[in-house]
Every structure is written in C-alpha cells, then in structure tokens.
C-alpha cells in the first residue's frame, strides 16, 4: 500500500500565523539577533540599530554579526544588532529635521529615514554642521572606525602626462590644474551634500587663500569645480571617460576630481575600460574619518551594547573587514588585502598641516575636523557660485 505522509494537526490558519509572529519578531529584532535569543534560552534581548554609510556599512554588519552569534551579551541579556546603510546626507537632514532646523545644501528631510541608535556617517563634518545648526543634537565627536584619504583622481591616460605614479602634487599644481589647465575637466560632488566634495573644497579653498592671484582664489576654484559637479558620487564617477583614446579624453565631462581614496579602488575594481590614478596631496587634506556616534535617547542597555559594539569594532576582524572595503582602519594602515591604488603611500597617518584645513589626528578622534566656520564659508561660497551658475 502506498505510505501517506502524516499530516500535521495544527490548523493551516494557526501555522500561518504563527509563521508570520515568528517573521515579524525576526525583522523586529534583526534576524541573525533573534536567532540567537530563540536558540539560548534569552529571557530578554536588548536591540540595536546602526545606520552607516554605505562604503563602511557591509564591514560593520560582517563584523556584527559574527559578534552576535558568537553571544553578544550586555548585563546578561543577549545582543540584537541590525545594520543598515544610507547616505550620511539623509540621515543628516532627518537629525536636523527632528530638531527643527534644516542644513545648507540638504533640502527638506525625507520621512522614510528613520533615525537610528548608533550612526556612522562618513565625516566628522556631519556633526560640525548638526552641532553648528542646533548644539547638543549629536555628539560633536566620536571615535574613527576608519579613515579614506581625500585624493585628486584622473583617468590614467591623463595623470600620466602629470609624472603619475612617481608624482605627487603640491596645491599650487592642483590649482594650477583645476583653473588654467584648458584641456581637463573638473568636477567634485556637491559639498552641501557629500563630505568627500566637501573636504576636498576645503582643502582647495584654504589653499587659494595663500595664493596671491586673482585666477585663483577661492570662488574661483570652486567655479570651475562646479562646472561638472554632480549631486551624488556615482553620477560623478559616470562622467569620467570610457574609452582611452583622444577624443573620448579630451570630451569626458569630467577627468579631475577630488575624490575619497575608497571611491577610486571602488570604480578601478569594476575593471571600467579606462582605470583611475590617484594623486595624494602634500601635505594631506582632511580625510574622511567615520566616527561612531551613539544618537541621544538610548536607554541604558542600549548604551552598553553600542559601548561593546564599539570595542568590537576597534578589533583586529573589522580591520580585515575594511580592507575588504577599501578602507584604511582609524589610524592610517592597511588591512590584508587592500587594494591599493598605483602609487599610494603605504599608510596616510601624516596629520594634515593647519595650511590645508586640519584634519584628524592618526588616532582617529575626529578633533582636527575643520571648524564651524570655515565649513560655513565653503557651503556659502559654493552657493554663491551655483546660484550663478
């Protein structure tokens, strides 16, 4: 006789919606958190939300999640960690919306970012600018998780005819290059909305100003870098050349950018047809420095698990996991397997002389980021210069 397979006795409709608690207090708690609080007999579990940029957020949630199954705990409740990624532009503008205030630059927040426990945005200049709009809305610092040095980036072809690779450039080459070089094409990411365009402005910016030179101050730098500014990195990164040759060279909408370190070994990775040299200034300009910062408002559970997140991520796994990343760990050096671009210096722990706009320290604290003020007349300028644009 053919064998039947018992059927189970609970109810379809008791099944489904069992299915669906199980679902819901999986997403409620991050699914690697709440496999681990079913399977250890946890009475309770304290969770935690992590928003982070997105070239430094696959690292941290690797990280997190081999620290959670291998049994998080904090005062003797288990640990749930969800990590997200978005960009540090939104999750400023919902910071400052919640305050009632708004960033230069950022328009009105959007609804759908909601505001999480623990945020790693790129820059320390987020928090200058939040602490500047409404003091006390973040942390003015937090420790450096990682840090990608602020370059200037060209087509290979290009940066070649400069002394590429065995070439460093000063800031009077860089300008002289964004403001009388007729045959490139500059181009940065909106400063009001990306710490790399804005760091790299800076850095220009404060260059310009020892420059006795009418062609060459200031808003005039900024002039030529917006006429191929884009809102976000990748529409940038899109207008760099596909092809080698001449009149692909010479009509790309953009060969000369300044642009973080990560971004360059992201874009050469994808094998594009025509690869991305990186030249590193001397001295360095401010890099970007992904501090940790715990949002107000956690209770106290909370504020020991982002504490022993925090540990985790100084450790020797999240420095492996951001080579992976292309980024340097807080103090400058390289994890195994970073992919270097041609001709970069072994490590970028020099901190940036007070000429280039500060910057912070090889420990990574964020205290050399650049002042309130000197960000404000950067944004100002900026607008000043697209508005007539």
Partial sequence: MPRHRR?????GPVRAITAALVLAGA?????????????????EVVHLTVTAAPPIAPAIRETAQRWVDGGATVAGKCVAVDVSEASPADVAAAIAGRA?????????ASERVPLPDVWVP???????RLQSAAAGVVAATGPSLARSAIVVAMPEPVAKQLGWPGRRLSYPDVLDVITANT??????????RDAGGLAGALALSR?????????????AVLRSL????????????????????RTSLASAKVTVAPLPEQAVIAYN???????????????????????????????????AAADALGDVLAGAAFRQALAACGLRAADGTAGAGFAAPRGAPADVTATPSAGTGGGSGSGGDGTGAPDAQAVQAVLKTWTTVTTRS
């Fill in 226 to 245: 917006a006429v191929g500014n884009s809102t976000v990195p990748q529409d940038l990164l899109n207008k760099f050349p596909r092809q080698a040759d």
């Fill in 269 to 303: 990775t994808k094998r594009p047809p025509v690869r991305l040299a990186a030249f590193y200034l001397d001295p360095e300009p401010p890099p970007l420095d992904y501090p940790y910062v715990p949002l107000p408002g956690l209770n106290s559970d909370q504020v």
């Fill in 7 to 11: 059927r189970s006795r609970v109810p």
């Fill in 183 to 192: 045959q490139l094409h500059p181009g940065i990411v909106d400063p009001g």
């Fill in 122 to 128: 790129d820059s320390t200049t987020w928090l200058t």
């Fill in 100 to 108: 009632g205030v708004a960033l230069p630059g950022l328009g009105q």
């Fill in 207 to 219: 260059a310009a100003q020892s420059v006795s030179d009418p062609a060459r101050t200031p808003e």
């Fill in 27 to 43: 997403a409620a708690m991050g699914w690697a958190g709440y496999l681990r609080a079913s399977g250890s007999g946890c009475a």
